[in-house]
């Protein structure tokens, strides 16, 4: 993409920070490659051939100076409780817009409480670029217009994985202490986490899920407007495991990944709606979309602080490659006598 707006990741010698500098490659971007480890960043810029600054988000100085001729930034360093409010005020400052792969609820809550600022500022801030928000958040979004705006909302997401990185597990360390949630009555209203465990339907069969504290109870928020949203977690088999992964039983030969997204909404009659979302591997959607959601920020220029289905509509997901939707038809509720 020669001639297109300069952007920066950060984080870009991590493990998915490295798949997403690859994948942007392969797309013909050539994005400022960023990160605290000057050995690291150095390393990966030689071998792809792309510029690269070591930066350490505690100089705003720095920081500052970096974001000169950048038009955005995509953060893909976690746990993002400790970089996304460093990068995101820089880009505010500096008029330059912010997205992330995160999906930790205490960071969305902080990040759409930046939403006037960055209206003002002319810039986007879109946390949860990656698999696990874009996958429940186009769907919610979906399934809540189907039923004529959603009044509960249930949404999960079953990442399948070949190499889960370190992110994901210390992201969920850092944020267990915050403990679970759940939205009624439009409010984040606190759960202990274990409870509320159910199966839901997945294309493959139930899965049992609990609810869970993710930044899908913001986002899918901040898309529908749903007073009542519940977002799930695969129960682990092994209770220490951090990444869920399946495997296409029906798949032959080399093993072949089986991501998936759903999303259930109640409307205002008691109508309902599901849909579901199938993909591979879960860290290749996250490079693709994540991809996307740059081209497509720099394309649109949305102002304000959104969900990727608010700033993208819920179609985007199909602009992911061998991503597909199944769609159920709502089901006008059944009077009781």
């Known amino acids: 993409m020669n001639g297109s707006p300069s952007w920066m990741l950060y984080g870009a010698a991590g493990h998915t920070g490295s798949l997403i500098a690859r994948h942007a490659q392969e797309r013909g971007h050539r994005p400022l490659l960023a990160g605290r480890s000057a050995p690291a960043i150095t390393t990966l810029a030689g071998h792809l051939g792309l510029p690269y600054r ?10 500052s100076a970096a974001l000169d001729g950048v038009d955005l930034v995509l953060n893909a360093a976690g746990p993002f409780l400790h970089t996304a409010a460093p990068l995101a005020e820089a880009c505010l400052r500096a008029g330059v817009h912010y997205l992330d792969i995160g999906n930790e609820l205490q960071v969305f809550r902080a990040l759409y409480d930046l939403h006037q600022r960055a209206q003002l500022a002319g810039v986007a801030i879109i946390p949860g670029v990656g698999f696990g928000v874009v996958a429940t958040n186009c769907l919610a979004r979906y399934v809540s217009d189907a039923v004529g705006g959603a009044q509960h909302l249930d949404v999960a997401a079953r990442a399948a994985t070949a190499q889960p990185g370190p992110g994901i597990a210390a992201s969920i360390r850092e ?3 915050y403990g679970g949630w759940t939205r009624q009555a439009g409010h984040l209203q606190p759960q202990p986490l274990g409870s509320g465990i159910t199966t839901i339907p997945l294309p493959d069969g139930p899965c049992p899920v609990m609810p869970f504290p993710t930044g899908d109870l913001e986002a899918a928020f901040q898309a529908t407007g749903a007073p009542g949203i519940t977002a799930y977690y695969p129960v682990p088999a092994d209770p220490a495991a951090a990444d869920s992964q399946a495997l296409d039983p029906a798949a032959a030969g080399p093993a072949t990944y089986r991501s ?4 259930r909404a109640t409307g205002p009659d008691g109508a309902t709606a599901q849909a579901w979302l ?8 996250t490079a693709a979309a994540s991809i996307r959601a740059v081209e497509e920020t720099l394309t649109r220029s949305p102002r304000g602080s959104l969900s990727p289905a608010a700033a993208f509509g819920h179609g985007f997901i199909l602009t992911i490659p061998h991503t597909t ?3 159920a038809v709502p089901v006008p509720r059944v009077p009781v006598n």
């Open 175 to 177: 944020n267990l202490p």
């Open 325 to 327: 939707r199944l769609d």
């Open 54 to 63: 070591a930066l350490a988000l505690d100089d705003p100085a720095a920081l």
């Open 260 to 263: 998936i997204g759903w999303a």
């Open 278 to 285: 199938e993909t591979g591997e879960s860290y290749a959607f």
